[in-house]
C-alpha cells in the first residue's frame, strides 16, 4: 500500500485513459529530473512526452480539442508527475491548469489563443505587479512580472496589474491580462532568465518584461469576476469544470506537487535506510527505533494529507457537475486546507531528511534535491499557511476576512 | 462545512437507516453527558435509546437479529455518538464491536450467548492478564481483569490469559474465554467498581473478578486464530462483515471517539471565542490572529485526520466485501494509522483548550470534560503511538516485528 | 545532575540560609500535597513550616523584618517547593511576592499593614474586576474578585480596579486598592468558596467579595506607577530589590512553579518506567527505545527553560542593584520569557505523561495531580504565549505594543 | 538585550583580551562569507585575520606559545564568528579544538608539530574509516578519510582507525593517528577535492587519502584513552583546560555554529520584515501578528539553548580547574545537550526562513545560505538528536549504553 495511494479511486474517462498514458511515460520524466534542474528549465523531452499523452490539455474545453478531465483524476497524475519531477509538475502542471482560466475568459481570447494551435500555453505571473494606462478599447500594460513558472514552454501569458472594477463596486481590484510572447512584429512579453534559486529550480520561474504593450479589453478579466462566476466566457463552455471558481483549479497543482515529491523522498529514505550503517559504529541505522518511528510518522502524515486532499477534489468535482458555484463555507476550506496538506508534506520528507546523516548533503544525492524542492513548494502565496489560517479561522468564527491577507 | 463531516457519504442499508435513529437521540445522549461522568458509568437512558435505534446490534451477525453494518456507516455514526458523549461512545461502542468478535466464535458459544437474549452484549479485557488451569474439557480460569469498559451493562465477558496456541506451532500465545456474569448459581465473574479515574469516567471501566471458573473449549479462541481466520466460527456467517481479522472492527472505535469529542471540543471553542474577552483589558480574543489560527489548524488537523480514517474505513470494508483477509501491508497500516488518528485527535483539541484562558478549567464547563476525556483516548494501548509507529516502521522497511510490541 | 539543577549558584545570604531552612521541611509539605489538592486550600501545616522559615518574608522590607532575598535564591526556593507541592508553592509564593508590591506603596499603608503584625500577608486579584466611585479621601469599592489564590492564609487583600490616572496623562488606567479581611466591625472582603477546578485545587483560588467598602489613597497605586518606579513608596526602602518595577518579582513565581511540577513528574516518570511493564507483553517499557528518547528530550527541554530563566533572574537581580530600573528591552525581554519557560514546562511534562500508559490516570496516581498541575499553570495570563509573543515580537521589530495585549 | 548574548559574562584574560581581538575582524570575515561558500574553502584573509588574533592558537598548550583559553570564552567567541561566516567558524572552529587534543597526546609528538612551527594546524577524520597494518614500531595507515573540515588550512591530519584497545581489555576500538600532509619526500596524506555539498560549503570538508604510511606509535592514541584521562601525554601540560576528557573540547564547536548562524538569520529576518509586503496585497507584513509570534518564539529558542550551553560551558571550566575528571553524569549530560542545542537553533532558523517567503531562496540572499548552513550543524553525527536521546535517556534510567550509539 502506498502512502499516498489514492484513498478512493477517481472515475471516469477521459481521466482514466490519461493516466495509464502518463505513468508510461514517468520512468523517462524521472531520468530527466536531474538535467531539469541543472538547465533551470523543463526538460524539452518531458514537455514533449507530457504533450503527446494529453496531460497539457487535461483542463482545456472540448471545443478546442481539450479533454475536460475531472479534478481528482487530475490531481492524482499531478502527483505521479511530481514523483518523478517536482519542478515538471509544478511548471506543466500550471501550464495545464491556466487552460482551465482561459475556457473562463471571452470567446474571442479563447479563439485567438487556440484556433490556430490548440495546443497553446500560457504562463502566468497573477499578482498584480503591472501597471496599466487606460487607452481606447484596452489598456497598455507595462511591468515586470516575476516567477512566471514553464514561461520557456509558452506563448502566451496572464499577468496580474490593478484598476477599478466595476464588479467591486468600482474599488481597485486585481485583473489579469492575455499578452503574446514578443515574436518578431507582434508586440508582447519578453523573458528575464533570472530564476537563480535554491528549490524548484527546474520550473524555470523566469520574470516577463512587458514594455507598453496594448492589451484589448476582450483579453483582460477582473479577478473577482473570475473567482465569482462573472468572467465573459463564464457560462460559453458546458463542461461541468467550467461551472466552478477559477481559484480551486488554477491553485490546485501546488500541494499535489509537494506530496508527490514528498512521496519520492519517503521512497528513497526507505531504500537507504535498508542498508545505511553508522560511520562510527558500523550499526545498521534501520535497525533502531528511531528509523522506524520517523518513516512510519511520516507515512501517516502523508497518507492523512493526501487523504484529505482527495477529499477536497471530490468535492470540487461534485459541486462542479452540481452546476452551482461553490459555496463560501466550500471556498475558505478548499482555499485553507491545500496550504495545511502542503505543511503537512513538507513536515513529513523534512523528518526523513533530517534523519538521514551527512551523505545526503551531497549534490549528486536525489534526497538532497527532493528536500529542497519540497521545501519550496511552501514559499509560495498560496501555500502560507500563516494567511491560510487566519482567513479560515475568521471565517469559522463568523469574522469578515482582513483584505491584506489573500 | 463541519471540519469531521464525512468525505465520502458511507452507502448502503440498514447503515443510513440505523444513522437516521441515532441521530434523533443524540440531544437526549448529550444531555445525560454530565451526569454519565457523574455516575462513573454510562447513564442507563443512553443504553436504552441506543438499544432502541438497533446501534448496539450494529455488528451482530443477522442469524441472531443483528444488522451486520458495514464498518464505514458504524464509524461515522460513533463519531456522532462521541461528539455527543465520549464515554458512551466508547463503552456502546466496544459493546457493539465485541458482538462481531463473537460472530467468530464456535456456533456453540453464539447459540448460547444470544438464542434466549439476542440483545446481550459482553464487556471485555483482553490482556492477558488471567491464569488458567487446563482440565477436561476446557480450563479453570482466575484472575483480576482491569478496565473492562461498559461492563454494567453486559452479561458476557472476553477475557485474556495465555496458554500454548496450536496455531503458532505450540508458542504461547493470548486466548479469549467467553465468562458470564455470576448470577446466583452461574458461576462467573463479579465486577470490582474501582474506576477512579481522570477522563472517560463514564465509560466505567472497572475490574472483573474470576475465581477458579470453569470455561469450556468452544467458548475460548485464540487471539492470533481471530486474527488470521482460523477461529472456531470463521465461515460460518455469509455476512461481508465476518470475512475479516477480528482486529479492526474490535478496535474501530478508539479514534473514532477521539475524533468526535474532538470534534465537540472545537464547536465549544468557536462559540466561546465568538464572545470571550479578556480579563485585564477587555478585548476580544476571537479578533485576534492567534485565536483564528489556532481554530483553522486544528480544524485542518481533524480534517485530515478523519479524512484518513474514512479512507480505511471503506478500505476495510472493501477487503470484507472481496472475501479475502486483509494483506500483510493492509493490517499493518490499518493498526498504526488509527493511533496517528487519535493522536492528532489529541493535538487538535489541547491546543484549543490551551489557548481558553483559566475558565475552562472549572469542573462545571463542558471543554475541561472533552479535553479530559480527549486525553485519555490515547492512553490506550491500542492509541500507543510510540508502538504503532516501531511496528509499522518495521514493517516497511521489510524487517520482522518485535513481539514485545503489541 | 539533575535536569533543573541550578546552572549557577545564586549567591548572598540570607537567600543561601533560607534555603537551607526550607530544604528541611520539604519532605513535609510533599506529605500534604495529596491533601491540600482534597482541601482546595493549602494545608496548615504547609503554610506553619513555610512561615517558620522566614519564606513568606523573603521580599518583606528589612524595616518590618523582612529577609530582602535577590530573586535568583528566591527563585530556585521556589521551584524546590514546587517540586513538593505545586499548589503550595503557587499560592504561598504569591502571598511572598506581594510583600515586595507592599514594599513599594505608601509607608503609611505599610505601616498599617504590618506594624501590629509583621507576618500580615495579602493576596490579590489584580485584573480591573471592580468598580470604585470616587469620594472625599479615596475610592468606594464593589466588586467580586476572581481567583484570589492563597486567600485563605491572608488578611489582606490586592485588588484591581480602573479609574483616570494622572501618570498616564488622565487616561483609564488599572489601579490596586489594599482592602482588608472583613473581620467583625471592619469592613472589608469576604471569601466565597467556589475554586472547583481540575489544576491547582490546592491554592484555593476562591473569589473575594467586596460591598462598597471604603478605600483610602494612601491605600490605592497606580499599575503603571508600579511598574516605573512611580508608586507613593518607591524609594523608601534602601533595599536592592525595591529598586525595580514590580512586575517581574510579583510574576516570578509561575513559570517558577511549572518548573518544578514538572521537574517532579520527571523524576516520577523515572521511577515508574524502571519498573514498568506491557499489560499485552510483559515486554519492559523502559528497555526500549522511545522511553529513553522522551526522558532525554524533556530534561532537555527542562533544562534549557530553567538555564534561561535562571539567566533572567540574575539579570534582574544585577538590573536591581545597579539603582537603575530596567530598559525596555529588559522589560519586554523578561516579560516574554517567564511564558516561554512555562510552555517548554508544560511541553516537557505532557511528553512524559503521554508517555506513561493508562495507569497515570487513576486518582491516586501522583503523576496524574502533576499533570493537571502544570498544565494549569499555563492557564494564567501571564504564562499566555500567544500574547507573550505578539508583544515581544512587536517590540522586537520596533512597532507598538498592542494595549490590548496585557 | 541579544537573543543569545552571554547569559553570564566569561571571566579571566586572556580569553577577554582575544575576544576584543576577534571583535575587531569579525567585519572582515562576514564580508568573505560569501566567497567562502564559493570557494568551498575558507577565504585566506578569514585565516590569516583569525590567525593574527591568537583564536588559532586558543587550545594550545601555553608550553608552545597557546593562550589556553578557558572554554566559556572560547564558545562564546565561536559564536560570534558564526554569525560572520559559519563555515569559518566551523573550520577554524575545529582546526582550534584540535590542539587540545595534540596536548594530550605524547610529548614526542607534540615537539615534533609545534617545534619548528608554533602554529601549525591539524584537520581530522575522526570516524575508523582507515585500516592499519601493525609494524615494527607503529602502523601501516591506508584509507580515505572523508569530510575534514578545514583541511586546507592544515599540514596534519587526526585519522581514525581501529585496532585491539589494551584500555579496553584488548577489545577493538578506535584509534587516532598523526599524519603529516604529503610534502616531496615526506609521505603523508593527499587531499581529494570532493566536498560538493549543499550546506557549509565553505568548510571544505574534503577527503583525505592516506597510502601505506607509516605512522610511529607516539603518534597513536587510543580515542577511549583521550576520554578517560589515559592518553600518553596526560598531566603532563598544567594547565587547567588539560585535565579534562578531549571529547567536550573538541566537540565544542559544533552547537556553537548552529546557535551563530541562527542568530544572524534572526538578525535579517528582523531586518527583512520591517519592511517587507505582500506581493498581492501590497500590505506589511511585519505588522501582522504571525511575523511578531515567529520572530519572538525564535529569539526564546535561542536564548533557552544559548543559556544552557553556556551553563554547560561554565560547568566543563570549573570541572577541569577542579582537578578532577568529569563524572558520568556529567559526560552524559553534555554530550546530549549539545545536540538538543544544535536541534534548537535549527528548529528557530528554520521557523523564520519558513515565514520568509518566495524572495530569500534566491541564490543571491544572505538568509538562503544561513538557513543551508544552519541545518547542516544538524548532520554531523555528533548532533544525531536520535543517538543523543537514546544515549542519555538509558543513562537516566540506569541502563547500559547500546554500543551501536556512538
Known amino acids: 500500500m502506498k502512502p499516498v495511494a489514492a484513498a478512493v479511486e477517481p472515475m471516469g474517462s477521459p481521466g482514466l485513459a490519461l493516466r495509464d498514458e502518463v505513468t508510461k511515460v514517468l520512468p523517462r520524466i524521472s531520468a530527466n529530473a536531474a538535467a531539469t534542474e541543472q538547465a533551470r528549465s523543463v526538460h524539452p523531452e518531458n514537455v514533449a512526452l507530457l504533450r503527446a499523452t494529453g496531460f497539457l490539455n487535461a483542463f482545456q474545453p472540448a471545443l478546442f480539442g481539450g479533454l475536460e478531465v475531472d479534478i481528482h483524476t487530475y490531481g492524482t497524475i ?25 475556457g473562463l475568459m471571452s470567446p474571442e481570447a479563447q479563439h485567438e489563443i487556440w484556433d490556430d494551435n490548440p495546443d497553446a500555453l500560457a504562463s502566468s505571473s497573477v499578482a498584480p505587479f503591472g501597471t496599466a494606462e487606460p487607452v481606447n478599447g484596452g489598456v497598455r500594460l507595462s511591468g515586470r512580472f516575476g516567477w ?73 478579466e477582473s479577478l473577482w469576476g473570475l473567482r465569482v462566476g462573472q468572467s465573459q466566457g463564464y457560462g460559453w463552455h458546458p463542461g461541468d469544470i467550467f461551472c ?99 505543511k503537512q508534506a513538507i513536515a513529513a520528507a523534512d523528518r526523513l531528511f533530517t534523519a538521514s546523516g551527512g551523505t545526503v548533503w551531497f549534490d549528486d544525492q536525489e534526497m538532497q534535491r527532493l528536500w529542497r524542492d519540497v521545501k519550496m513548494t511552501g514559499a509560495h502565496t498560496y501555500s502560507d499557511y500563516d494567511v491560510a489560517t487566519q482567513r479560515h479561522g475568521r471565517h469559522l468564527l463568523g469574522l469578515e476576512i482582513d483584505p491584506a491577507l489573500f
Open 148 to 220: 512566471s513558472s514553464g514561461c520557456d514552454h509558452a506563448t502566451w501569458a496572464i499577468l496580474g496589474f490593478p484598476q477599478p472594477d466595476p464588479l467591486m463596486g468600482g474599488k481597485t481590484g486585481s485583473h489579469l491580462a492575455m499578452v503574446p510572447l514578443a515574436d518578431g512584429n507582434t508586440p508582447g512579453y519578453t523573458i528575464d532568465d533570472d530564476w537563480q534559486v535554491a528549490g524548484l529550480r527546474g520550473t524555470g520561474s523566469k520574470t516577463l518584461v512587458v514594455d507598453d504593450v496594448f492589451v484589448p479589453h476582450y483579453r483582460i
Open 244 to 342: 466552478s471558481s477559477f481559484s480551486h483549479y488554477f491553485a490546485c497543482g501546488f500541494a499535489a506537487t509537494a506530496l508527490g515529491v514528498a512521496r519520492r523522498l519517503l521512497d528513497v529514505y526507505t531504500e537507504r535506510t535498508k542498508t545505511r550503517v553508522r560511520a562510527y559504529t558500523g550499526a545498521n541505522v534501520g535497525e533502531g527505533a528511531p528509523a522506524a518511528m520517523h518513516l512510519a510518522e511520516s507515512y501517516h502524515q502523508l497518507f492523512g494529507a493526501r487523504s484529505s486532499l482527495e477529499a477536497d477534489w471530490r468535492a470540487i468535482a461534485a459541486r462542479s457537475r452540481s452546476g452551482e458555484l461553490p459555496t463560501p463555507d466550500e471556498m475558505a476550506h478548499w482555499r485553507a486546507n491545500q496550504a495545511y496538506v502542503t
Open 78 to 102: 499531478l502527483i505521479d508527475i511530481a514523483e518523478a519531477c517536482g519542478s515538471t509538475a509544478w511548471a506543466m502542471g500550471l501550464l495545464a491548469q491556466h487552460s482551465h482560466m482561459i
